[in-house]
């Protein structure tokens, strides 16, 4: 397998799972600040200019974080990541689409990249704090949900929980702090503790 990452990008929590299944892969850091993104070699690899890309051991390619994360527990049941009923895969899923779509692409990108979502460049400041107001509603139904749980889907570390880690480093963002969100915090200190993920973290030079 191979991983198309950027280095402190969503990417992160596939690379984190990779490390937590243990079985070899590559990586690829896709330089997303240069516009490697947009280069005809990876646009061949992923026309969207996304990361993350996994390319698997039959040559496919998988693109989209919840579709990769599901994947890779489903198909390594040792590893414990996705367990095989189907509640749990549902909620998996819940957790990946609410994380995706609204805290993510419906948050902190609307922070990051304001100019995206507005016609007026003299509109980005207001839709700046407009998108920080909503990605903190998001984060605290987040961290709601994880009240009384060690990790997102109950007592089990599952796929869910990588992506939560980097969605929380990614707190300050919003001018609030990780302490803001107990449970969330919580559920940081507990991933940020695992040995894949320092691993995944120190082969993106992170910290």
Known sequence: MKLFYAPGACSLAPHIILHEIGKPFAAEAVNLKEGAQFHPAY????P??????LERDDGSLLTELPAISIWLGRTNPVAGLLAGDDETLVRAIEWLNFLSGSLHNGGYTRI????????????????????KADTIKHLAVANDQLAGREHALGAR?????PYLFVLARWVG????ALADFPNLAALHDRVAARPAVQKALKAEGLS
């Not at 969207?48 to 890309?53: I, R, S």
């Not at 980005?124 to 998108?131: I, L, Q, Y």
């Not at 963002?173 to 609030?176: E, H, I, M, P, Q």
Request: hydrophobic share 35%; no cysteine.
């Open 43 to 46: 646009q061949r690899v992923n």
């Open 173 to 176: 963002r919003t001018g609030k």
């Open 48 to 53: 969207k200019a996304k990361v993350p890309v």
């Open 112 to 131: 990051t990249r304001a100019e995206r979502f507005v016609g007026d460049p003299a509109h980005v400041p207001a839709a700046t704090e407009k998108a």
């Open 157 to 161: 570390y599952s796929v869910v929980d």
